[in-house]
């Protein structure tokens, strides 16, 4: 299997571009792009337009007391491409198609660990004191460090790191470990999600409802998260995130239906549910934690939604494949997709798994070449930068799960 070389953070996405074939040529086995195409991909020049490339930063921002969010500083040309590789103690799942990042800045890591927690702790209530190790060993810090390179500050990383809580404290409490279940599953994922999207309602009704909001740890976080994101949003922002976070609670939904009916679905309706419980709202809000905006009429055109789907959908076959041994081990049944494609296609757990890494890397390389011909076909600066962006994002992710070896362990297939 060829090698997928570094991270599109470094050059837009040159390797996409390559397999997308826009005049291309073949020397020693290796398609290049045309000069023309790979321009493009690399982000408008001139005066101007520093502050739509990824940024780059010799040390973090001094950190506000405040919750309040600081202006973003001018963004520079990004740093020239260097080489990266997996560390030696990060998981490998032999044949996975992905691309190294580099290790996440250290003390933008530290002070993003530190904030989340006394949020979670002060703020929100969200656990009790013996649920602490497993909200360290969860290392948010250093995932949204890795998959948010270009945040000018640290408030904007903040942004999405509360969310990524916040929808996690959700998916363990409601659907997963710790007290969750299908039964009910509708009524608390409807109350919840009026935390993010606000009950309109006459007088008499709207203080319950506020009270509401404080009832458990999963609503107190989203009220919260959800406060300090449409500080940084736009209007149209902050409607694309609650869109897609009523996506995501559908998939919730379709998974705990099945659970309840003991329902092992077809692998493509697996894949249907997974497109909706995935990771989409994540990447989707990469826009407003580097600190600019994808305009919606762009956010919404077809191809922009296909290459959001491409990478939510490739981003959650990443968790199937690392929470493998993780789920099986859980109580109960849990539904991924070497599980539905071992029983639908009556193979062995092996080669169910090894399936699943094949669904995963033609996912990963048709999100790629979407990516390169968006941005060959419409060059528009906050197009190109939102792709960069996006594309950053999966990687940053693949590179959360393979290093977490607190949370997960691979099978011994090899």
Not at 315 to 325: A, E, F, G, R
Request: net charge negative; charged share 20%; aromatic share 8%.
């Amino acid at each position: 299997m060829p090698e997928p070389g570094s991270s599109p953070l470094q050059s837009s996405p040159p390797a996409a571009a390559a397999r997308f074939g826009a005049s291309t040529t073949q020397a020693a086995g290796v398609r290049r792009a045309s000069p023309a195409l790979e321009r493009i991909l690399r982000g408008p020049s001139g005066l101007g337009t520093a502050g739509l490339h990824l940024a780059r930063r010799e040390e973090p921002p001094e950190p506000p007391e405040s919750p309040e969010l600081s202006e973003p500083p001018e963004l520079s040309e990004p740093p020239e491409p260097q080489e990266a590789e997996a560390p030696k103690e990060a998981l490998q799942i032999p044949g996975l198609y992905y691309h190294p990042v580099a290790e996440p800045d250290p003390a933008r890591v530290a002070e993003v660990s530190r904030r989340i927690k006394d949020w979670a702790v002060d703020e929100v209530e969200l656990f009790p004191e013996e649920w602490e190790g497993q909200f360290d060993g969860f290392s948010v810090g250093r995932y949204m460090v890795a998959c948010h390179p270009d945040a000018p500050t640290i408030d904007h990383l903040m942004v999405a790191t509360r969310l990524m809580v916040a929808e996690n404290a959700v998916d363990d409490c409601y659907c997963e470990d710790h007290g969750g279940s299908p039964i009910g599953l509708g009524g608390r994922l409807l109350l919840a999600h009026t935390a993010l999207d606000p009950l309109h309602v006459t007088k008499e009704y709207q203080p319950q409802w506020a009270q509401s909001l404080h009832a458990d740890a999963p609503r107190r976080a989203y009220r919260s998260a959800m406060q300090y994101f449409v500080q940084q949003a736009t209007a149209s922002q902050a409607d694309r995130f609650r869109h897609d976070m009523a996506r995501l609670h559908l998939g919730y939904l379709a998974e705990g239906a099945w659970a309840q009916t003991d329902h092992t679905p077809e692998v493509w309706e697996y894949l249907a549910m997974r497109q909706f419980n995935n990771f989409r709202p994540c990447p989707t809000i990469t826009d407003t934690i580097g600190g600019y905006e994808l305009p919606a009429d762009l956010q919404a055109q077809p191809a922009m939604q296909r290459v959001l789907a491409l990478a939510g959908n490739a981003s959650t076959i990443v968790n199937d494949l690392y929470s493998y041994t993780k789920e099986l081990a859980a109580p109960g049944r849990h539904l991924n997709l070497p599980v539905v494609i071992a029983e639908r296609e009556d193979v062995s757990d092996r080669d169910a798994y090894l399936k699943a890494v094949e669904v995963h890397n033609d996912l990963m390389r048709d999100f790629e070449a979407e990516t390169a011909a968006l941005a060959a076909s419409c060059p528009v600066p906050s197009v190109l930068r939102f792709l960069r962006g996006v594309a950053v994002w999966v990687d940053g992710n693949h590179y959360w799960h393979q290093t977490n070896t607190y949370r997960y362990s691979l099978p011994d297939f090899w």
